[in-house]
């Protein structure tokens, strides 16, 4: 009842320890890192005659032309023989997803992505899976022809966004280049979009300032129900006073 007694008495304390809690937590909470979300695009280097789905390479016929000559008449022959079948030549396309990263962090893919689908803040990077740099700077080439494309922002859909836009962005690139080399569409390679998966790297907590904002709260109220005891009510100090100053009765 002595600390219900305090915190009535000096509950302007307790307002004062409430509004200080919400200064230190909203302190606390603008100093927490912003949540920060990534958008990973799995891209897969591939070419038309899809060497990956095949065990052989298929092989086109070699056509041969012999002259037989005669005394009375000269005549060709053409001939015509298939190679044997050999493995698919899959090594291209594992160098172009080694090389074809540093075209998508290019400011001229930059430059196509925001002028086909609009500016999108965030930050975009790209590395060929399973590659590496090493201490000293020696770059291991992936064995895979996938490419990682990531994409930070504040916000999920930005980021996501982001990453699909750059992956279209460089596959419309990489046609008109194709088109302007006169490449044979049985000869180029296309990038082909597997998945997409977003997901928070970091963000705000709200335990250590509700747990600030809660300390404070209750440091204040203890300040309330202390002073409560050191300086009592005046009634109650006139009482023990006159008590004090009260003759004592003797009986004869």
């Not at 803040?121 to 899976?129: D, E, H, K, S």
Request: hydrophobic content about 40%; glycine content about 6%; aromatic content about 6%.
């Amino acid at each position: 009842m002595s600390a219900a007694r305090g915190l009535l008495r000096f509950w302007w304390l307790v307002v004062l320890g409430l509004a200080a809690g919400v200064v230190g937590a909203g302190a606390l909470i603008s100093h927490e890192p912003p949540t920060i979300y990534t958008a990973n695009d799995t891209v897969l280097v591939n070419s038309a005659d899809a060497p990956y789905l095949r065990t052989v390479q298929p092989a086109a016929p070699v056509t041969t032309a012999s002259k037989s000559s005669s005394k009375k008449k000269k005549q060709a022959t053409v001939k015509s023989t298939t190679p044997a079948p050999t493995p698919p030549d899959t090594q291209v396309l594992v160098n172009a997803a080694n090389l074809y990263p540093l075209f998508m962090q290019s400011d001229e893919i930059r430059k196509l992505r925001i002028s086909l689908y609009g500016p999108t803040p965030g930050r975009v990077t790209a590395n060929a899976i399973a590659s590496s740099t090493n201490t000293y700077g020696v770059y291991h080439p992936s064995p895979l022809p996938v490419i990682m494309v990531k994409a930070t922002s504040r916000r999920s859909k930005s980021a996501q966004k982001l990453a699909v836009d750059t992956v279209k962005a460089f596959g419309i690139w990489i046609v008109r280049h194709q088109q302007e080399a006169g490449v044979p569409r049985s000869q180029r390679i296309n990038v082909e979009q597997l998945r997409v998966r977003v997901q928070s790297s970091s963000g705000t907590t709200y335990s250590l300032p509700a747990f600030a904002a809660l300390v404070c709260v209750l440091a204040f109220c203890g300040l309330a129900v202390l002073a409560d005891r050191v300086w009592p009510r005046r009634a109650e100090a006139t009482e023990a006073g006159g008590a004090r100053m009260a003759p004592s009765r003797h009986v004869a």
